[in-house]
């Protein structure tokens, strides 16, 4: 069991680094304009500049990866209306009508939040502008809260699944030695009342045999007279 819980901790953390390489090297081939660091589990606000010429009418804000592109928040800025994506964690962000900055607030912070985000506005007349900004997150010395519950998690299982099977085994052998016990038990009583129907037995055969009375026969022999000379 112990080797097991070594193995797929060592999975994790080589899936963990092959991520964050492959992450790494998709983010250096794509150009950004604006570079932004923060510690693991601040939060983090994303911000850029609108055209100021031709207002904006919509600003949507995209999570940019090597294998898709996850779409956060879209902002009708003439309505003043803000429309929320499925994404997988909290955001926030501030749609006011004539706003001149699209806004991203991103809670708590951890490493799987790094990475590239664009920001797109298009004007009513068609213009479009995007800005791109990189956020890396640091961990200053602490493990990222995520990666870290994922692998407790994963260990408690583990723990949980081995504390099972040895209370199976130890209740398999509790039942089997009963079973050994109740037969051990059983026979030896079944023996004796063989014993003791048997004994009886034999004795009022001798018994018995005591008491009988031996009749012997012998032949008679007629007695002739003797004859007298």
């Not at 949980?160 to 040895?166: E, G, N, S, T, V």
Request: glycine fraction near 6%; include cysteine.
């Amino acid at each position: 069991m112990g080797r097991l819980w070594f193995f797929s901790f060592q999975q994790l953390s080589d899936a963990r680094s092959h991520l964050l390489k492959k992450r790494e090297s998709f983010e250096g081939a794509i150009s950004w304009n604006s570079h932004v660091v923060s510690e693991s589990g601040k939060n983090i606000t994303l911000s850029c500049e609108l055209p100021t010429r031709q207002p904006a009418q919509r600003a949507t804000w995209e999570k940019i990866q090597a294998h898709q592109i996850d779409h956060l928040t879209s902002c009708n800025l003439s309505q003043g209306r803000g429309y929320a994506s499925r994404y997988r964690r909290r955001i926030l962000t501030n749609c006011s009508q004539g706003a001149t900055r699209a806004v991203l607030t991103l809670p708590h912070v951890t490493a799987w939040d790094a990475g590239l985000y664009r920001c797109s506005s298009e004007a009513s007349t068609g213009e479009n502008a995007t800005f791109v900004i990189r956020l890396a997150v640091t961990d200053d010395g602490k493990t990222d809260n995520q990666y870290t519950h994922f692998v407790a998690g994963g260990a408690a299982l583990l723990l949980l699944f081995a504390i099972i099977i040895a209370i199976i085994i130890v209740l398999y052998n509790r039942r089997r030695r009963r079973q050994r016990a109740q037969f051990k038990e059983s026979w030896e009583t079944q023996h004796k009342a063989t014993s003791n129907d048997r004994s009886p037995n034999s004795a009022s055969q001798s018994t018995d045999g005591a008491g009988e009375d031996i009749y012997v026969n012998y032949p008679s022999f007629s007695r002739r007279p003797k004859t007298r000379i």
